[in-house]
């Protein structure tokens, strides 16, 4: 068959169109990564060792932050403890959401009332959750009503401008709201377990606990692995809640909210265009992030994962 002219230029204007895309869609990763990842971190790292304004080799930004870090009291301190509070709270919501997806995975009582108990705070906006429980725990609100029925009167300021409170309180939302989207995961990963063999170790004899520890974890290794490793990976992105709430007052803020500030807000140097510090106290965190999610990749990797 003889291509006429008409043919020809149109099977060309498809290579065409073909190779176009084909590049377009290789270029977009390569540039996110150029540009959004590769440019801005190397561009971080390197103010962290640059005076501001005059842009001169020094280590004052590290000395800067070391003595923040260690000033009684200081900011940074209490940004430290308090993210380590919220890396412990993701650590047990962890091992709490996966109690309850096999409790759910069993069809315990009223299985199906609890799981859109547990699921509703996943698909309802984060502001609306955070209005509702604003107003739960007002002092004129349901929780000061209880409280006042066991003689406990609330402060008059409320839980959340309270610096002995706040920080508690917040944690209190996240727990909360912390059993929708990890549960989801493992109730997937559940789902997937052949029937066999749960009956096969009711009829070995297993506890739940057991059955628990035994069966079900080792049967999904990859997806408790993969959790842990990005829960470990978001040390520093406790922020969220924080933000919504107090906006870092009240000795309730953490080292991703710090750096907002810094960056954005009433910080040493918001608003400059010189983030020194931010990125000198970035590439410590790094420091120390980085190896926790490599050590726990490597003791996970030493459990193997049963096939079924």
């Not at 440019?39 to 390197?46: D, I, K, T, V």
């Not at 727990?175 to 170790?201: D, H, K, N, Q």
Request: charged share 15%.
């Amino acid at each position: 068959m003889i291509k006429t002219g008409k043919n020809v230029k149109k099977t060309l204007n498809w290579t065409l169109n073909r190779k176009i895309f084909v590049v377009c869609t290789v270029m977009v990763p390569i540039l996110h990564f150029f540009v959004f990842y590769l440019y801005l971190n190397l561009n971080s790292f390197l103010l962290a060792f640059q005076m501001p304004k005059t842009y001169t080799w020094t280590l004052s930004n590290f000395a800067e932050f070391w003595d923040k870090l260690t000033s009684p009291n200081g900011e940074i301190l209490i940004a430290c403890k308090n993210t380590a509070k919220y890396f412990l709270l993701n650590i047990v919501m962890l091992f709490a959401n996966l109690v309850v997806a096999y409790f759910l995975y069993k069809k315990i009582w009223c299985a199906k009332i609890f799981r859109v108990i547990f699921y509703l705070p996943g698909i309802i906006s984060s502001v609306a959750m955070s209005t509702v429980f604003m107003e739960f725990i007002k002092p004129q609100g349901p929780l000061g009503e209880i409280l006042r029925l066991f003689g406990v009167t609330m402060r008059d300021e409320g839980l959340l401008a309270n610096p002995e409170t706040a920080t508690d309180t917040i944690m209190a939302y996240c727990v909360w709201t912390g059993f929708s989207g990890t549960m989801l995961l493992f109730s997937s990963s559940l789902a997937r377990i052949p029937s066999e063999v749960i009956e096969a170790s009711r009829l070995d004899g297993c506890g739940v606990f057991r059955e628990l520890v035994s069966i079900i974890l080792p049967l999904i290794v990859p997806m408790f692995t993969t959790l842990l490793i990005t829960t470990i990976a978001g040390i520093f992105n406790a922020g969220g809640p924080v933000l919504l709430f107090t906006m870092g007052k009240f000795d309730t803020t953490t080292i991703p909210f710090w750096i907002f500030q810094q960056v954005y807000g009433s910080g040493s140097y918001g608003g400059s265009g010189f983030y020194g510090l931010v990125s000198a106290a970035g590439l410590c965190f790094t420091a120390v992030a980085v190896p926790l999610v490599m050590i726990t990749r490597k003791l996970m990797e030493k459990i193997p994962a049963v096939e079924y």
